[in-house]
């Protein structure tokens, strides 16, 4: 069984920093698709950034050179940090996992099958 759980959401000021971790079971981080989604509100979820381990991590435009995806292995946990964050980064954001490595590449997500519960972050001007 796959479980998700994300925490370290909140309320930051623009050109703060954020950490969001997610603690999974059930995940290989050697043979799975690995990331994260954001969901803006009246939008839906698009693909932040994900990684597997065959490739590169993949970023979308608006975020590279800002967020960084990390794991640890020791902890079965994922990380987004989150730097230089702006107003329209407010969104909740999901971690995500896949079995299938070949679902991340690097024109990003292509589908997923696992979903944390989200974790909301709001960025103030």
């Known amino acids: 069984e796959v479980q998700l759980v994300e925490s370290g959401g909140g309320l930051v000021q623009a050109g703060g920093s954020l950490r969001l971790s997610c603690a999974t079971s059930?995940?290989?981080?050697?043979?799975?698709?690995i990331g994260w989604f954001r969901q803006f509100p009246g939008k839906e979820r698009e693909g932040v950034t994900c990684?597997?381990?065959?490739?590169?991590?993949w970023y979308v435009d608006s975020v590279k050179g800002r967020f960084t995806l990390s794991t640890d292995s020791a902890k079965n946990t994922m990380y987004l940090q989150m730097n230089s964050l702006k107003p329209e980064d407010t969104a909740v954001y999901y971690c995500?996992?896949?079995?299938?490595?070949?679902?991340?590449?690097?024109?990003?997500?292509?589908?997923?099958?696992?979903w944390g519960q989200g974790t909301r972050v709001t960025v103030s001007s």
């Open positions: 990684v597997n381990s065959k490739e590169s991590p």
């Open positions: 059930g995940v290989s981080f050697d043979d799975y698709a």
């Open positions: 995500a996992a896949d079995p299938r490595a070949h679902y991340c590449s690097n024109h990003g997500w292509y589908a997923v099958a696992n």
